[in-house]
């Protein structure tokens, strides 16, 4: 994929229901350089393992300052809503990161996490230096 005008991989390992793998989810977290935390805004009990994965990326990592972004899903469930909104920015709050509600069914802030998360990993690797600024561009995409 292209964001800002330069070339990435991006590989997407979801590990949802996989509790069981701890370890291959320690390879997974070792070789990753950014991360979107994602829980359901529907099921409140996946938002409470968000801080559980965190900490686990900081310890395999060995570091507290490891790009990523908070992500509450399936905003488009709004009558089945149990984590609010509110919520979702205080716990990104205290984890220190970014945060955004999505929803995959709806293609809502879908591609602009991924993206965010590709700027934080780039900005990263330059040092810290900011990111270009984003430009909008124009464009259609029919699936």
Not at 91 to 113: D, G, H, I, Q, Y
């Amino acid at each position: 994929v292209v964001i800002d005008d330069q070339s990435c991989v991006l590989e997407v390992l979801d590990t949802a229901g996989q509790e069981e793998y701890t370890a291959l989810r320690d390879q997974w977290i070792r070789d990753g350089e950014g991360f979107l935390l994602v829980y359901s805004i529907a099921a409140r009990s996946t938002f409470e393992r968000i801080k559980r994965f965190r900490d686990q990326i900081t310890r395999v990592k060995d570091s507290e300052s490891v790009p990523l972004m908070l992500v509450g899903n399936k905003c488009d469930k709004l009558t089945e809503r149990e984590v609010s909104r509110d919520e979702g920015a205080l716990m990104a709050k205290s984890l220190r990161c970014e945060f955004t509600e999505t929803s995959a069914k709806t293609c809502v802030n879908v591609e602009r996490s991924f993206y965010n998360v590709v700027r934080m990993i780039r900005q990263a690797r330059d040092g810290g230096a900011p990111a270009k600024p984003y430009k909008k561009k124009s464009k259609c995409s029919i699936l």
